[in-house]
């Protein structure tokens, strides 16, 4: 009945097994690559998506729904984009008479179609548009549940701006965003990255991507936002009258934070050996409350022990907390081992013992310490608790994540922080076109990508309190040419 | 720059032209049938969505994620769902090696697939689950915005029983939501139809569909509910063990409200000749603020006016009002006409002639009166107001809805019933195989479809005030025979 897997040291088995015990998603639908997403899983997606959701409306975005199809003549009219999504795509069969239709990959060539009609005026402008959207990709790799499925549940929001610089604002509120949200609600730290040239996004002329870890000190691409290139608009022909009635060509960002992977990151992130611990805020049952003894297991809740359960509740609720009882005919130790396993932030158990005192006993999750709380300040505790648990996970996780980052100087170096599961930091010839060669001979001899370099070196903002090794550049350990940047690699799946 | 098209008369085209106007859908998509939902469109279905889900959840029923595709063998499994469904799948081209996949157009050949394997004990019933999906069918008939597309978004629930005398409960709870939230939240009043052999869901023993009506007389079919067959739960293996752990097969139900069709509806019903009327509870903005004078314009918020609107905006905030300032540089009497195109409810002027008063002016969008409403009981009034608009919508729909309902008692009286926009009520042979070809007689020469018999002689539940004529039934005005039922007839598109 226990859980009882090593995170640390058995990670692919930990996350199997977790996403079967917890109830999170379903393997068992029968079509490769797609999965079934259960009760557990979709409330915390949901809530994430809520929390998201709001994050964009205040920042002036406004939701939309397109299309899930793409017609071909549309989908190819960015060679790049094409090139680099063709072998990704699920195609329709062709209906006669028809145009043949591409389950969206991602939505620029749906969106940029109607921009060509909505945008007229430098008063159109900006456009800021989402969707909560569902997207399709033919992976070739091996899957792997919420991390790389061929359905996923993500929001793309694409943006349009009359100056460049405005456009690249946003692409730094885009980073912005991820961190106020990604990192400091659902507590998965990260680096934001400027790719590489050869890694950009199919279409842009720069991507930004965040980069997080898994405990096997596996890479995982969390939110990208991207600066469109202007081959892309111009493929599209979008333009728009400037104040003084003169055509220009619009900037188009885009960003597109995937919940179902967060959502990988967020098991992975803060998951310990007993299996889930999730964030208070995204935790769809906050509080669960544990009736004890025969008197409420029998009787119900009609019972003394029953009316102070009630009351409980019916005070959290007050409080928007999200409470639940388990009254249920299971052993009461059964009851705890399911719902630690499931990542409840706090347990109440409420007995014949606390009837008489004013206190009951309130059981914490990630320290699985067991504190008294009065009664009647129940709801506000629990909010403050709430708080400071979420502050504990994401500190946490900070701290994890910034003991995997490694200074190397040599081949030799990189290659040991690379086999044992850590993300290495070293100068590089070049992320233009020139090194390309040297990234090739990281992959192939290394197994590691190239992940490109710290859009800041305000590491405090990115959770990362690693070692700045300053600005100081050395040779390429590759190629042994004189280093234009400093760079980040590790391995991915 | 006016909107002015006479709803009632010219209801086609006022239609197309307020989605267009008020900026509900964009049809440019250049895909048939295949339709981009803009902002405001958006905004309103978000709300719609989580009305619908608030009210689910709070009857048991638990979110899930399915995949948007169903291998064919599944959907192969139940003989009278591919028949019924077959001619409106899309299928994805197939990968060599994998089995062809169909876009879901319902979601039933997915779940049970995975009910098979939830569903082991009596302990693990009742299942209430619940998606919120976008679905795709392959429509032959001519496609109309929201009302009829190739895919749109619903929610569909998928419960299962250890009794029939349970599922039969869920479907009466399902008409009884579709009462709440359709009827007496977003105000579209509806028939809850028991529909005649010939036309249940494809794999239901029986289907409860809910008929509302739009402006012109044409029927439009809103959430169904059905019991499914129990030759639908052979087909998918599906038992479990009772608490003698003996064999059964479980009981199952359906329910599939569809936002963007509700929408239709919602647009349809409240609309007038000046453009879009929305109910106050699912309007993306519920206030307009415009102040009034050159002060307000050009100095914009940092004027008197321009402060006095700040406070007003935060008063409302603070109790969730949805508010929203036209400070753009549009002319007043522009403003003035585009919001109530959008349908917001209430206008709030502010000029300079109100500073000194303590009163503003708020424009009531459905009776177009004036009103003044003190300044600081402004949020407390808006919220009284807003629930007495709502219920004034409701009444004007019901009014309306019961006007169009008239008894019959010849094919003569039909014909002129539906030739004239309104449903007719009659005595009709049988809603069994039997009744099949007088109403293959109705469709032909009548183009009207029998809608079913009324579930529920509780006219008034169902907002609808219509004479029932008692029980007495007469003969079938097209066979001849003595009649069994009662039905209900209209046009539909």
Redesign the interface.
């Known amino acids: 009945m226990t859980f009882n897997i090593s995170k640390v040291e058995n990670f692919s088995e930990w996350y199997s097994e977790i996403l079967v015990r917890a109830e999170v998603t379903?393997l068992?639908?029968?079509?490769?690559g797609?999965?079934?997403?259960?009760?557990w899983?979709?409330?915390i997606?949901?809530k994430m998506y809520r929390i998201y959701e709001s994050a964009l409306r205040a920042t002036e975005h406004?939701?939309?729904?397109?299309?899930?199809?793409i017609?071909e003549g549309?989908f190819k009219k960015e060679s790049s984009h094409v090139e680099g999504f063709a072998p990704d795509v699920?195609?329709?069969?062709k209906?006669q008479g028809?145009?043949r239709?591409a389950?969206r990959p991602t939505s620029e060539t749906?969106f940029y179609?109607?921009y060509k009609?909505w945008i007229r005026s430098y008063r159109d402008l900006p456009m800021r548009?989402y969707?909560r959207a569902?997207v399709?990709r033919?992976e070739t790799k091996a899957t792997r549940p919420l991390i790389r499925s061929r359905?996923f549940?993500w929001i793309e929001s694409h943006d349009a701006f009359s100056t460049k610089k405005e456009a690249e604002a946003q692409v730094q509120d885009d980073i912005n965003m991820t961190e106020e949200v990604m990192h400091k609600i659902f507590g998965v730290p990260f680096l934001a990255m400027k790719r590489p040239e050869w890694d950009k996004f199919p279409g842009a002329e720069y991507t930004i991507g965040s980069d997080s870890i898994l405990p096997d000190g596996r890479i995982i691409q969390q939110p990208s936002t991207h600066l469109i290139s202007q081959h892309f608009v111009k493929a599209f022909d979008l333009s728009f009258k400037d104040d003084k009635e003169k055509d220009k060509m619009p900037w188009l960002t885009c960003y597109g934070p995937a919940m179902s992977r967060i959502l990988a990151s967020v098991i992975s992130v803060h998951g310990d050996d007993n299996g889930l611990v999730l964030p208070y805020t995204i935790a769809p049952v906050q509080v669960v409350i544990v009736p004890i003894g025969n008197d409420a297991q029998v009787a119900g809740r009609r019972s003394q022990v029953g009316d102070v359960v009630e009351k409980l509740r019916a005070d959290l609720m007050k409080e928007y907390v999200d409470v639940l009882i388990d009254d249920s005919d299971k052993r009461v130790g059964e009851k705890f081992f399911y719902w630690e396993m499931k990542g409840v932030p706090f347990r109440i158990e409420v007995g014949k013992k606390e009837l008489g005192d004013e206190e009951v006993t309130l059981f914490v999750r990630d320290t699985r310490e067991k504190i008294l709380v009065k009664i009647k300040d129940l709801a506000e505790t629990i909010k403050d608790l709430g708080a400071e648990y979420d502050e504990r996970l994401i500190a946490r996780a900070d701290e994890f994540f910034a003991s995997r980052i490694v200074d190397c100087s040599s081949k030799v170096e990189i290659k040991k922080a690379l086999d044992s599961g850590k993300i290495a930091k070293f100068s590089f010839c070049s992320c233009d076109k020139d090194g390309e060669k040297c990234a090739e001979f990281v992959e192939k001899e290394l197994q590691a990508r190239i992940m490109g370099t710290l859009v800041s070196d305000e590491s405090e903002m990115l959770g990362v309190r690693c070692q700045i090794s300053g600005k100081k550049l050395g040779k390429c350990p590759f190629c042994g040419k004189k280093a234009e940047c400093v760079v980040y690699a590790g391995k991915s799946y």
Do not use: H, M, T
């Not at 699920?90 to 069969?93: G, T, Y």
């Open positions: 379903d068992r639908y029968g079509v490769k797609f999965v079934v997403i259960r009760p899983g979709a409330r997606i949901d406004s939701p939309v729904i397109f299309p899930s199809v017609p549309n699920f195609w329709l069969e209906k028809e145009d239709l389950l749906a179609d109607l009609l548009l969707q569902n399709f033919n359905e549940y």
